[in-house]
C-alpha cells in the first residue's frame, strides 16, 4: 500500500497556532503534521464518525439493540487478567508494556507509538517510535495529561516502516483511523486504554496539590474501582482519597473542553483494549474487538492469569445522584466521604461490569449537559446515538 498524495504540500501548525478544533481540540497531534489536511473529516470534535470508522476497523458498528455494545463497542470478547510476573515499575502489572516489546522482539512490528515523559517532568508526555523493548519500558506508566501521540506520524513515513503499533486513547485512535489509509503502512496495530478527564500540565499540577498530601512526590495515580484516588509516591508508599471528597467545587474546571465533550471513554477503534474500568479491584479488563486485536492478545496470554468479567449491582441511583452532586459542584466533609466511600465499597457499590457502566453514565450525562449548554449547535451530530441512548436514562437538570 502507498499513501496518496494530497497532503505532501501541507504543513504542521506550530504547536501554540490556533487548531482548527478551537477550544475542543485535544492537542492528538494530527494537525502538528502535514496530514492536517484531513483534519476537518478525521477529528472527533469536528467531525463524529464513530459508527462508519467502527465498520471499517471492526467489520461492523455497534448494535444499538444490545447494552453491552452501548457500553463496550464492537468486541469479540471482554476478560479480567494481570500478568503472572509484572514488571517492575509498571503502573498495574505491565500488560501493555508486555505486549509492545512483544510485538517488537516477534517482529510482527517495526516501531511503537508510545508517551514516555521528558526528563525534567515525569508527568509531561513526550511521544516517541519505540523501536526497542527498552525504548517501550521507558514509557511505562499513564501520563494524565493530554498527549500529541499524532504528532510523530510524519516520523513514520520519513522512516519507511511498514508494520507499527501504536498506543493510544480514543480522540487520537479516531484521528489515527480517518487516516489510516494515507499512512502507507502494510500493518497498522491499534492497542488502546480507556481514558477520560484529561488535563493540562497545570491542570493535572491543580489536582495534585488540592488532592495529595504530597504532589510533588507522586509518581502515578488512579481513580479506581473503590471509589477512592490512589496515588503512588516515591518512596513506595500509597495515599487513598475518597471520590466524594474531592474539592469539586476547586477542580470542576479543570478538565480539558475536550474531555467534557468526549463520548469513546472505552476507545471503540482500537483492536485491543486493556486498562481497569470493567474489572475487580487489582486485575485489568481486556476488551477483543477483532481478529487482530485477537492475534495481539495471543501473544502474552500464557503470561497472563486470566478469569471471566463479572457485574453485580445497581449502578443507576448513584449515578442519579452524582449528576445533581457535579452539577452542584458539591464537596463532602473528609470524614463524611470517607465513610460513605466505605459504605459503597463493600455494601452497595457496583462491581465489574457494573461499574464500568456507572462510570460511563456518570461522565456521558455530565458531557452531554456540557455540549448541551456550551455548544447546542453541535448536539446533534456530536453525540453519537448509543450515548445518546445511555444518557436517556436519566433525568439530567433543564437548563
Known amino acids: 500500500m502507498t499513501a496518496t498524495a494530497p497532503h505532501e504540500k501541507a504543513r504542521g501548525l506550530k504547536?501554540?497556532?490556533?487548531?482548527?478544533?478551537?477550544?475542543?481540540?485535544?492537542?492528538?497531534?494530527?494537525?502538528?503534521?502535514?496530514?492536517?489536511?484531513?483534519?476537518k473529516e478525521a477529528c472527533a470534535f469536528l467531525n463524529q464518525q464513530v459508527a462508519e470508522l467502527e465498520e471499517e476497523a471492526h467489520g461492523r458498528s455497534r448494535d444499538l439493540a444490545k447494552e453491552d455494545d452501548w457500553y463496550f463497542g464492537?468486541?469479540?470478547?471482554?476478560?479480567?487478567?494481570?500478568?503472572?510476573?509484572?514488571?517492575?515499575?509498571?503502573?498495574?502489572?505491565?500488560?501493555?508494556?508486555?505486549?509492545?516489546?512483544?510485538m517488537l522482539t516477534q517482529g510482527l512490528v517495526e516501531g511503537v507509538v508510545c508517551v514516555q515523559n521528558t526528563p525534567e517532568d515525569r508527568f509531561q508526555p513526550m511521544p516517541v517510535i519505540a523501536r526497542t523493548p527498552e525504548e517501550v519500558l521507558a514509557a511505562r506508566v499513564n501520563k494524565p495529561t493530554l498527549s500529541p501521540n499524532l504528532s510523530v506520524l510524519e516520523q513514520v513515513a520519513k522512516s519507511g516502516m511498514k508494520r507499527l503499533l501504536v498506543i493510544g486513547v480514543g480522540c487520537q485512535i479516531q484521528a489515527l483511523r480517518a487516516v489510516e489509509k494515507e499512512l502507507g503502512l502494510e500493518k497498522l496495530y491499534?492497542?488502546?486504554?480507556?481514558?477520560?478527564?484529561?488535563?493540562?500540565?497545570?491542570?493535572?499540577q491543580k489536582f495534585l496539590d488540592t488532592t495529595s498530601r504530597s504532589p510533588e512526590t507522586v509518581v502515578h495515580y488512579e481513580f479506581m474501582q473503590?471509589?477512592?484516588?490512589?496515588?503512588?509516591?516515591?518512596?513506595g508508599s500509597e495515599e487513598t482519597v475518597p471520590f466524594f471528597?474531592?474539592?469539586?467545587?476547586?477542580?470542576?474546571?479543570?478538565?480539558?473542553?475536550?474531555?467534557?465533550s468526549c463520548f469513546d471513554y472505552v476507545n471503540s477503534l482500537s483492536d485491543l483494549v486493556v486498562g481497569y474500568m470493567g474489572a475487580t479491584f487489582g486485575w485489568q479488563w481486556i476488551v477483543v474487538r477483532n481478529d487482530t486485536g485477537r492475534e495481539m492478545l495471543d501473544l502474552v496470554k500464557d503470561q497472563l492469569n486470566v478469569q471471566p468479567v463479572i457485574s453485580k449491582g445497581d449502578r443507576k441511583a448513584a449515578v442519579q445522584q452524582s449528576i445533581q452532586a457535579y452539577d452542584q459542584a458539591v464537596t463532602l466533609p473528609m470524614w463524611v466521604a470517607k465513610l460513605l466511600g466505605i459504605v459503597i465499597d463493600k455494601f452497595i457499590g457496583p462491581k465489574g461490569l457494573e461499574y464500568a457502566r456507572f462510570s460511563i453514565d456518570s461522565h456521558f450525562t455530565r458531557n452531554y449537559l456540557y455540549v448541551k449548554r456550551n455548544y447546542p449547535e453541535k448536539l446533534a451530530a456530536h453525540v453519537p446515538e448509543f450515548a445518546k441512548k445511555i444518557v436517556s436514562q436519566y433525568k439530567l437538570p433543564k437548563k
Open 226 to 235: 473503590d471509589f477512592r484516588v490512589h496515588f503512588k509516591h516515591e518512596d
Open 190 to 204: 491499534v492497542l488502546g486504554t480507556p481514558c477520560v478527564d484529561n488535563v493540562t500540565r497545570s491542570g493535572l
Open 15 to 39: 504547536p501554540s497556532s490556533p487548531r482548527p478544533a478551537k477550544a475542543l481540540c485535544s492537542e492528538c497531534g494530527l494537525c502538528d503534521t502535514y496530514y492536517i489536511h484531513y483534519v
Open 74 to 102: 464492537v468486541h469479540q470478547e471482554m476478560m479480567m487478567a494481570r500478568k503472572q510476573e509484572p514488571i517492575e515499575g509498571a503502573q498495574w502489572t505491565g500488560i501493555v508494556s508486555s505486549l509492545a516489546c512483544e
Open 245 to 260: 471528597g474531592l474539592k469539586t467545587n476547586q477542580l470542576k474546571d479543570v478538565f480539558a473542553p475536550s474531555c467534557m
